[in-house]
């Protein structure tokens, strides 16, 4: 049973930055692939970016593609999402989940999930 916690969600002004953290622990954690969904108010859950087991394969959706860059460091079991150009649409619950070893969009794809972390976009 893989365990993932997210830390770094808070508030931030629009055209601004966040980075969010997601630590994973238990057995073989350095086999899975790491995605990051967001849920907004009234909205269906949806993938924001995936990193592979090894880190060298990653995607993004397109609405945050070129402002968001996703990247791991196993040694630290963590996963990062650096989020820049923030606007009021990227206010959600951010999520990472844990499939094994590739990327995947379907939220149904994955196995183990983070509580989440609140990122509100305000100004």
């Known amino acids: 049973q893989l365990q993932l916690v997210e830390s770094g969600g808070g508030l931030v002004q629009p055209g601004g930055s966040l980075r969010l953290a997601c630590t994973f622990s238990g057995p073989s954690a350095d086999f899975y692939a790491i995605g990051w969904f967001r849920q907004a108010p009234g909205k269906v859950r949806e993938g924001v970016s995936c990193i592979s087991s090894t880190g060298r394969n990653t995607n993004y959706a397109d609405s945050v593609k070129g402002r968001f860059t996703i990247s791991r460091d196993n040694a630290k079991n963590t996963v990062y999402l650096q989020m820049n150009s923030l606007n009021r649409e990227d206010t959600a619950v951010y999520y990472c989940?844990?499939?094994?070893?590739?990327?995947?969009?379907?939220?149904?794809?994955?196995?183990?999930w983070g509580q989440g972390t609140q990122v509100t976009v305000s100004s």
């Open positions: 989940a844990a499939r094994f070893s590739i990327c995947a969009w379907g939220i149904n794809e994955y196995d183990y």
